[in-house]
């Protein structure tokens, strides 16, 4: 089955404990991206890929860091969480930027 | 950069009746509107987009509206049913700007559509 998976799907931690949220897909897309979904705010973009070792920032970075060693995986990394980083965390895959985003099931990360 | 602004936030209807999304941009270069539904627990899915070079588009009840020279598209659904509850997320880019930040996808900030039986 297509899909984008994420793990967890739920998480509770404390501020400064480095935390990494995993973002696979199996359909050989090229894009990947996350997003971070807050009340009122709606779907902001963290970071994006175009390819392999091809990343580059979005609306709302800070904090957060990103890496593209293989083609299907696209690990969102928060090095020092903090609570303003509580949220519900998207990642999305294309098979080029310009086409059809499939979105994975969220990460919802609370940090207290 | 785009800003794309989407209205109501909140839409309550009876099942039957049309329900009608908008949302406006500012970047007269996008050309790429999308439409995604989000049901509760899940992420976004897909529904409907469109392309400047068309002004609408349908897909059984949806469809979606575009005005370029006013900068605003539009989701139409009728026949509501229960299960059309969720929240729906307009989107704009340019996807001719491959590989740049124009490129990627701007999202409105959401409508939670009601459908009461």
């Known amino acids: 089955e297509a899909q984008v998976t994420q793990n967890p799907r739920y998480l509770i931690t404390v501020t400064g404990k480095k935390l990494t949220v995993t973002c696979s897909q199996n359909m050989n897309h090229e894009y990947m991206s996350w997003y971070r979904q807050d009340p009122g705010l709606g779907l902001r973009q963290i970071y994006y890929?175009?390819?392999?070792?091809?990343?580059d920032k979005g609306d709302v970075p800070e904090g957060y860091k990103v890496s593209r060693k293989e083609k299907r995986n696209f690990p969102l990394i928060l090095e020092s969480p903090s609570p303003n980083q509580t949220s519900l965390y998207f990642c999305?895959?294309?098979?080029?930027?310009?086409?059809?985003?499939?979105f994975g099931p969220g990460t919802r990360l609370t940090v207290t | 950069g785009e800003n794309v602004e989407q209205h109501p936030s909140t839409l309550s209807v009876q099942e039957g009746d049309s329900a009608v999304i908008k949302c406006t941009y500012s970047d007269s270069a996008s050309n790429y509107f999308p439409w995604y539904k989000q049901e509760l627990g899940k992420g976004p899915q897909l529904i409907i987009d469109?392309?400047?070079?068309?002004g609408e588009k349908k897909d059984q009840r949806i469809a979606v509206t575009l005005n370029k020279t006013a900068k605003h598209f539009s989701l139409h659904i009728t026949e509501t049913q229960p299960e059309d509850s969720a929240v729906y997320f307009c989107a704009a880019s340019n996807p001719s700007n491959y590989g740049g930040s124009q490129g990627n996808l701007i999202f409105g900030k959401g409508t939670k559509l009601s459908v009461k039986p």
């Open positions: 469109i392309r400047s070079n068309v």
């Open positions: 999305a895959s294309s098979p080029y930027q310009r086409y059809e985003q499939y």
């Open positions: 890929s175009m390819n392999v070792e091809v990343t």
